[in-house]
């Protein structure tokens, strides 16, 4: 029997268990709002309008994608709802690009050749909580960025208020250059062309003329030409040409102060510049770059900045990310915007890491801190594979002392039970019903047979433990029953046997699956 006369039959106007990942499945578009959720759910997602932090760790297909993207539709909906206490999300799931530049600076460092005998796993532990900390601040703030520019993304970015340009313009001038600078240091337009979106930002923020060059370099050249005038006109017209003399060597002497101003200035924003880039790894920007927005601002705006690479004896460089964090928030408040919400996932993705655990382990560790999980308006929501757990258990007493996960929200394993799956797959069927049918009249056990019982689809589905696992046992088992029935067959219900024969099939492959013999 064809798979699709199967689902026709039962008004269905597609197969429900086909789609395995979260972010390419069509049904799971339609069913986000729904509250099919892990039970967990709600603890994960706390407040949407005071963020604060989860830890969750779940076995791969448990569902740690699909909470990401119910947590993101949630705080969409809130946003749309409010407009004076919203909430900027974040994804931080493309660790690729943040690790990439990481890596290849550590490397550039160490020297290609040093570098390219170092094991990954020796090279990942050199990624500090810093690096995250800017990574998750140019997140943030290019989003903003966006939104006062006007540029449309294609996935869910800041919505500030009609008037948001006019609000800029008539921020205090401590919060407008608190903005730019944030956009000096973090902001990472995806298409590139960071000196003109600069341009924009600084000119939407009313900070002031925009020199071609600095003004001491321009008093300089002004200084010389005055000087070359005055001193050529002495030979012209020979009248009071000591005057004249006297004049020129004046304004050469101006010259020549300006040229130190604007040499000492030089000096001073090279070293600056220098400094933030040797600290500064997870974002993409070139020296030339940085110096000449440093220069665009006034050398007073410069000053008493918590500029990253100023550690000293009493902090550390993450005290200068906390203190930029503090600002941002400032600055989203006049938004509208009460917190950041920022949704790690996909950790164990990116190509250097390959789904080893060790490699995700020195990417992790370094963001559970209680200081970094707890700030307040922000909320970390850590999605993290299972196989970090047996690591996480060998830790110290001390390290779990810093890290207080019994203050974030902590979910040792994302678990669903038998009931719940059931429940979710029925939901999924209502999903594709094509309304010949009342939805209610839709079930699980609509497909099988009279025999076969809740009790035991529920029992079935407690053994594949996961969504992922009883989609794909459910797939499994209505393609068996096609592939025995003929086409010209009125058989549309699966029979008990059929679904014990595919049952025990599944609960090998799940066991040779976690003894590592065997793919997912």
Same mark, same amino acid.
């Given at each position: ?131 995250? +900390?800017?990574?998750?601040?140019? /997140? #943030?703030?290019?989003? !903003?960025? %966006?939104? &006062?520019?006007?540029?449309? $993304? ?111 200035? +030089?000096?001073?924003?090279?070293? /600056? #510049?220098?400094?933030? !880039?040797? %600290?500064? &790894?997870?974002?993409?920007? $070139? ?117 207080? /996960? ?7 394993? &994302? ?106």
């Amino acid at each position: 029997m064809n798979l699709e006369r199967f689902f026709t039959h039962h008004g269905l106007s597609e197969n429900p268990f086909r789609a395995e990942e979260a972010r390419h499945d069509s049904v799971f578009d339609r069913l986000i709002r729904s509250s099919q959720q892990h039970p967990d759910f709600e603890k994960v997602l706390g407040r949407v309008d005071r963020p604060s932090a989860a830890v969750v760790l779940g076995e791969k297909g448990s569902g740690k994608t699909a909470m990401r993207l119910q947590i993101a539709e949630r705080v969409v909906r809130h946003n749309h709802e409010s407009t004076d206490a919203r909430t900027l999300l974040v994804a931080y799931d493309d660790f690729n690009p943040v690790l990439d530049r990481i890596l290849a600076r550590h490397s550039a460092a160490m020297g290609f050749r040093r570098a390219g005998k170092t094991p990954p796993e020796k090279m990942l532990e050199k990624i500090r909580l810093v690096d995250h +900390q800017d990574a998750i601040l140019s /997140l #943030a703030v290019t989003r !903003l960025n %966006d939104a &006062l520019l006007g540029v449309t $993304t294609s996935d869910t970015g800041a919505v500030l208020p009609e008037d948001a340009q006019k609000r800029a313009r008539k921020l205090p001038r401590s919060t407008r250059v608190d903005w730019a600078l944030l956009s000096l240091l973090y902001d990472q337009p995806r298409s590139g062309g960071t000196a003109p979106r600069w341009a924009q930002i600084y000119d939407k923020l009313k900070l002031g003329w925009r020199a071609p060059m600095s003004v001491s370099r321009a008093g300089a050249i002004g200084f010389l030409v005055a000087a070359a005038l005055l001193y050529g006109a002495g030979f012209l017209w020979k009248q009071d040409a000591a005057f004249l003399t006297i004049m020129a060597g004046v304004s050469l002497a101006g010259s020549l102060v300006m040229w130190g101003f604007w040499l000492f200035r +030089q000096l001073r924003v090279w070293k /600056l #510049a220098k400094r933030i !880039l040797a %600290d500064v &790894l997870s974002v993409d920007r $070139t020296p030339g770059e940085l110096r000449s927005m440093l220069f665009d601002m006034r050398a007073g705006d410069l000053v008493d900045r918590p500029w990253p690479g100023q550690a000293s004896a009493a902090t550390d460089n993450s005290d200068s990310r906390y203190r930029w964090t503090h600002r941002l928030l400032a600055v989203l408040r006049t938004m509208g915007y009460q917190g950041v919400m920022v949704l790690v996932d996909r950790v164990d993705e990116p190509q250097v890491v390959s789904g080893r655990a060790d490699r995700m382990k020195p990417i992790v560790w370094p963001m559970l801190e209680n200081k970094f999980l707890q700030q307040e308006g922000v909320g970390m929501k850590l999605l993290l594979p299972l196989e970090l757990r047996p690591l996480l258990r060998r830790e110290s007493a001390d390290f779990f002392q810093g890290a207080r /996960l019994d203050k974030q929200a902590f979910v040792e394993r &994302l678990e669903w039970s038998g009931a719940t799956l059931f429940d979710l797959c029925t939901a999924r069927l209502r999903a594709c019903s094509t309304g010949e049918k009342p939805a209610g009249e839709i079930s699980l056990t609509s497909l099988f047979t009279q025999d076969v019982t809740r009790d035991l689809l529920v029992d079935a589905l407690d053994q594949m433990k996961q969504p992922r696992d009883a989609f794909k046992f459910l797939y499994a088992v209505i393609q068996e029953h096609c592939r025995m029935v003929p086409e010209e067959s009125e058989a549309f219900r699966v029979p008990r046997t059929v679904l014990e024969s595919v049952r025990r099939q599944q609960a090998n492959r799940l066991e040779e699956f976690h003894r590592g013999q065997s793919p997912a």
